[in-house]
């Protein structure tokens, strides 16, 4: 059906593919669906099947005429991606080009624009200075997680004397009052359950409920400073009414052996604790350290190189970002606009500023992908058995079981990529020059929830 085509390289990583079909192919396309409506028409006067060529020419020629267009269009453009180098990218369809000159006596010529997949060049990758944060696992590191240790163990109780102080649990019920004692509609809340001193509540009254009472109620003014972290609140007086429904306090564990056994049957002593926790944290800030050079040597090795991700590519990472975004409110995409909206922000403006993250990290992954290649890093299959095996001994499961799961969930392939990523850092690193940065706290490198 292609009698010719053409391939023409724009910017941005598209091209522009010209197809051309010949004009016997044009008439035989539009021959075969007349003959195709005359078996199926029925037409007054005439029996199925059996109506004339100028007949059903005459009284729809304009709509076999598009349909033929429209089949010969989808067949033709079919055939030429095959039949080039130049595919389109998965979420990148084609999109004409021009407009449609379509008659049944002439060769038919079309073009459609789309994006491909970029070309890369990588520049200079080995040699490469970088620098690796110092930092030591200190004691005020180990007596953080043996804190958060004793507080996920403590035991909250009603307080006995029920006087309100910093870092009790309490439960009030709280409104707005108007200047003549009144309360205001619509700003009540019953049974509202914070921890004094967290500055979980709107309007951030931890100071002032303390030395309250269970059971009493008062009413608390306030004048909140034009920088204060709630918009409306800014620059505002108010009276809030309080009323204090429950006193509860935390009985925290004493941080000794018993604290260990409770945790786990592991540990024996809280030495074995200690260990253990000191390994965790260990283990932790090596892979942070290592996730921090291997983002230095991609940002350098970036700017060394020649890498354009099309416009296609980047709107599918922005509507990744979005997905996940979305995901971690826990309602429906609606919902989240609708927030967006009541801040006078939209979606375009989340896309926005985004972009320059989503860009640099699409350039990230397309050179270690193309140096992963060139490098020629393989994954055999038993390769991924043993990874598998470590995942399955690590969570106490079956080999085979372990396997199944990750082969249900697509996710062995996942698997080899990561371990191709692992092998090319390995070799990268073993060709960098890497010197030490300056000293850093464990919390500034790997963060609260390392």
């Known amino acids: 059906m292609v009698s010719e085509k053409s391939v023409e390289r724009l910017d941005n990583s598209a091209v522009k593919l010209t197809v051309t079909v010949g004009k016997e192919d044009v008439q035989q396309q539009y021959d075969s669906i ?31 005429k598009a349909e033929a267009m429209q089949r010969i269009l989808e067949e033709s453009l079919k055939q030429a991606i095959d039949e080039v180098e130049e595919k389109p990218l998965s979420f990148a369809q084609p999109e004409l080009d021009g407009e449609l000159d379509f008659e049944l006596d002439k ?14 060049t990588v520049g200079s990758y080995t040699g490469l200075e ?98 204060v972290e709630i918009e409306e609140l800014r620059g505002t007086s108010k009276k809030i009414g309080v009323r204090v429904k429950a006193v509860k306090e935390r009985q925290l564990p004493e941080i000794d052996d018993d604290l260990a056994q409770d945790i786990s049957e592991k540990y024996e002593t809280l030495d074995d604790l200690k260990k253990d926790i000191r390994s965790r944290l260990e283990e932790t800030l090596k892979s942070r350290l290592r996730q ?34 979305v995901n971690r409110f826990g309602v429906p995409e609606s919902q989240v606009a ?15 500023e985004w972009r320059p993250e989503a860009e640099k990290s699409l350039k990230g992954r ?3 992908n193309k140096l992963i290649e060139q490098e020629q890093i393989e994954v055999t299959e038993d390769d991924v058995d043993a990874r598998v095996k470590e995942l399955a001994d690590s969570n106490s499961m079956g080999f085979e079981e372990t396997k199944n799961y990750y082969q249900q969930q697509g996710m062995l392939e996942y698997i080899r990529d990561n371990m191709k990523e692992e092998r090319l850092f390995d070799k990268l690193f073993a060709e960098s020059r890497i010197k030490k940065g300056e000293k850093r706290k464990f919390l500034d490198v790997v963060g609260r929830n390392g």
């Open 366 to 368: 397309l050179v270690i």
């Open 130 to 227: 970088i620098e690796e944060p110092q930092v030591k696992i200190e004691d005020e590191d180990m007596d953080r997680e043996l804190k958060a240790l004793q507080e996920q163990n403590s035991v909250v109780m009603d307080k006995q004397e029920g006087v309100v102080a910093k870092d009790d649990i309490v439960t009030i019920d709280y409104w707005e009052v108007d200047d003549s004692g009144n309360p205001v509609d619509g700003t009540s809340r019953e049974d509202f359950v914070f921890t004094v001193g967290t500055g979980y509540n709107y309007y951030k009254i931890d100071d002032d409920v303390v030395g309250l009472k269970k059971d009493q109620e008062t009413v608390i003014e306030k004048t909140y400073p034009e920088d």
């Open 34 to 64: 007349v003959n195709e409506y005359s078996k199926q028409a029925q037409i007054k006067g005439f029996r199925k099947g059996k109506v004339p060529r100028e007949v059903m020419e005459r009284k729809f020629g304009e709509s076999l």
């Open 338 to 352: 609708q927030l967006l909206e009541h801040q006078g922000r939209s979606q375009q403006d989340l896309f926005q």
């Open 107 to 120: 060769e038919f010529t079309y073009a459609v624009r789309y994006d491909v997949f970029p070309e890369i």
């Open 292 to 325: 921090i050079k291997a983002d230095t040597l991609v940002d350098k090795i970036v700017e060394n190189s020649e890498v354009t991700p099309p416009e296609s590519m980047v709107a599918a990472e922005l509507q990744a970002t979005w997905r996940n975004f």
